[in-house]
């Protein structure tokens, strides 16, 4: 193969290796720019990322946060002290100066306070005797009418640091947002508050979630970073090298300021208390008292998770938003969430993906035989077990890096040099089978033209020997002895004469190709010569001798394939064994028989017998095996038909049916 690679042809054929492979890398490329840019390629790349998250899941407990839920049996069991929902929010006031001496580290409602309700006031001075409280604000798709809280946005935005105020930090955006502005119009110092839109994804899941919103100019944290950093307002702001950086802590974020949740396997991760354990506790219920190190130092989340809350779905299944985001915070405390992918490893993966589409180029260039489509194939498995391995890596290392690209690259490419291999070695088979046939064609045809040149030579000399033997027979004083020996040679002489024959029939019919000749003549007479010139006395002719049959065909041909059946019959017949022919007109055919009481033909080989040089098995008898082949050429060409039925060790019967002239 090394020699072949290095001839003229080697060159042409690696030459066109290489641009059938740099075709092939151009549609890669294609493929890799269009494929991003459909609408089920971020469907693929969210399974492929849930399934790698799923592989790495483990229990996880986070003990710095806690839920209180609003569930139906808390609302049911307050019923009787604090009415129907929603509450007056006086009730707040307890619960928040009640976890302020529990010693909480912070309090977020996720609750949206929008409108004015009983008990403001009182809510009010808690939160200003509270420092650690977060309220909940929303994003809005439409801008709201009128500019009576832009005083409050303002006041409450975090601010960019002066080095990058010319330039937009990484954030999502809103036209505008629904802040608690009831709780926000008093006196005194502004609470925290946080915005409690989440990001979807196109298929409805939550796997980030923003650290940072932009509206109307002013830079708003979320839930989870407000509730991370209450107590203070206006922190400053700053994005250094990808990371949004916000005092001494920074975290890695995408364009719209958004990082990538890790849930845990567990789905009891975060602790839970219902809202009637907690309102009795704050209250002061006899028999209801709390241990304070149930709450000490940890963050609360007092949300909904009764049938009018919000429900959110994630690849862990349909959890309560309030879970979600108090996960997020313990995710962001512990350092647990998933950066976004960067664009160097990712650009890693896509080269390491494209090995199975440059190996057949890069051999070409080094004049290495190219690689068969079974190599291929392994390498392309190799390269998916790596990329899968290099990208659960850096997973784990809490490092996201786009799965879905580098696996469609890698299929495309092994697929497509798998296609190219093959075709390059169905060309190549096809190649040197062309060539072999080509030679052995030669090879037939020389040999064809010997053994008919041979055979034309012999059929004198052969002629002459049975002349002469004729000649001989007819004097009257030989001995019986010689007269036997005479028989025997003329016998033997007969079958070479008809292997000649069926040789120079078989040149002729191979010269002619598929032209017969055209003439009318008596099937009853030529079948007649045929019987005589057999000289097998036990023959017995069934037919009317004055019926003339008329076909229309070449004589000389249809001589030669009765006289094979004939001599096929006399050949496999015991002595003094008979041999029926009959001739009849059936419709617009005529129908010859010729049936003999010889050994048969086995079953097995009856649907070989008309097959060139082929010798049935059994008693074996001399022969070339090519006079069947011929009679069915014969026969064929004539626009008949011929059939065979036999019985081992009873006989056998050869069927032919020629057309009638105008049938």
């Known amino acids: 193969m090394t020699a072949a690679v290095n001839g003229p042809d080697g060159e042409q054929s690696g030459l066109k290796r290489l641009r059938a492979s740099l075709t092939l890398l151009c549609l890669i490329l294609l493929l890799a720019w269009l494929a991003p840019r459909s609408s089920l390629y971020p469907r693929i790349e969210s399974w492929l990322q849930d399934r790698s998250q799923a592989v790495l899941a483990g229990d996880v407990n986070f003990d710095d946060v806690l839920v209180v839920e609003i569930d139906e049996a808390s609302l049911a069991e307050l019923r009787p002290y604090l009415g129907n929902w929603p509450y007056s929010r006086d009730i707040y006031a307890v619960l928040l100066d009640y976890l302020g001496e529990m010693q909480a580290r912070t309090v977020f409602f996720d609750i949206l306070f929008l409108d004015a309700r009983p008990g403001d006031a009182e809510f009010r001075a808690a939160l200003e005797r509270n420092h650690n409280a977060v309220l909940a604000a929303g994003g809005l798709r439409q801008a709201l009418a009128g500019e009576h809280d832009a005083d409050v946005l303002a006041a409450l935005a975090w601010q960019p640091a002066d080095a990058v105020r010319a330039r937009p930090l990484p954030a999502s955006r809103w036209p505008s947002v629904a802040l608690p502005l009831p ?188 690689p068969g489509p079974v190599s291929i194939l392994l390498v392309l498995a190799l390269v998916i077990v790596a990329l899968f391995g290099l990208h659960l890596l850096l997973l784990a290392g809490r490092q996201a890096t786009t799965i879905a690209l580098p696996l469609l690259v890698a299929l495309a490419g092994g697929l497509g040099a798998s296609v190219l291999a093959v075709r390059a070695v169905a060309r190549a088979s096809s190649t040197a089978a062309l060539a072999q046939a080509d030679l052995a064609r030669m090879q037939v045809a020389q040999q064809q033209h010997t053994v008919a040149m041979v055979s034309h030579e012999l059929k004198s000399p052969l002629a002459t020997i049975d002349f002469t033997l004729q000649n001989l027979e007819r004097v009257g004083s030989l001995p ?184």
């Open 480 to 663: 019986a002895a010689v007269i036997a020996r005479h028989q025997k040679i003329r016998r033997a002489s007969r079958r070479l004469l008809a292997m000649i024959d069926d040789n120079l029939t078989e040149d002729r019919l191979r010269q002619r190709g598929l032209s017969v000749g055209d003439e009318a003549f008596d099937l009853h007479i030529l079948i007649l010569e045929v019987v005589q010139a057999a000289e097998w006395p036990l023959i017995e002719l069934d037919a009317d001798r004055g019926e003339v049959v008329k076909v229309r065909g070449d004589r000389e041909m249809l001589r030669v394939a009765f006289t094979n059946l004939v001599g096929n019959a006399i050949k496999y017949s015991p002595d003094e064994s008979p041999i029926h022919i009959s001739i009849a007109l059936n419709g617009d055919q005529v129908l010859v028989r010729v049936i003999d009481c010889g050994c048969g033909i086995a079953e097995d080989d009856l649907g070989r017998i008309f097959e060139p040089y082929f010798r049935a098995g059994g008693l074996r008898q001399p022969g070339s095996g090519l006079g069947l082949a011929l009679v069915r050429q014969i026969v064929v060409l004539h626009g008949g038909e011929i059939d065979v039925e036999s019985v081992p060790g009873r006989g056998t019967a050869f069927s032919v049916r020629l057309p009638l002239p105008g049938g």
């Open 183 to 370: 709780l926000l119009n008093g006196t005194g110092p502004l609470p925290a508050v946080g915005l409690i839109s989440l990001e979807h994804d196109a298929d409805g899941m939550v796997r980030r979630i923003p650290l940072l919103h932009r509206t109307q100019g002013h830079y708003l944290p979320s839930a989870v970073l407000a509730t991370l950093y209450s107590g203070a307002l206006g922190h400053a702001l700053a994005v250094e090298g990808g990371k949004l950086r916000v005092g001494h802590a920074s975290w890695d974020v995408d364009d719209e300021g958004t990082i990538g949740l890790a849930y845990p396997a567990n789905t009891g991760s975060v602790l839970t208390m219902s809202l009637a354990t907690l309102v009795k506790a704050a209250l002061g219920m006899a028999g209801h008292e709390l241990d304070p190190g149930l709450l000490r130092d940890k963050a609360i989340f007092i949300g909904s998770t009764a049938l009018f809350a919000d429900r959110v779905s994630t690849p862990r299944g349909i959890m309560n938003g309030v879970h979600v985001l108090a996960i997020a915070y313990a995710s962001l405390l512990n350092g647990l969430y998933i950066s976004p992918p960067r664009p160097d490893f990712d650009l890693l993966l896509v080269l390491l993906a494209m090995i199975p589409a440059l190996m057949t180029p890069a051999l070409s260039v080094i004049r290495r035989p190219a």
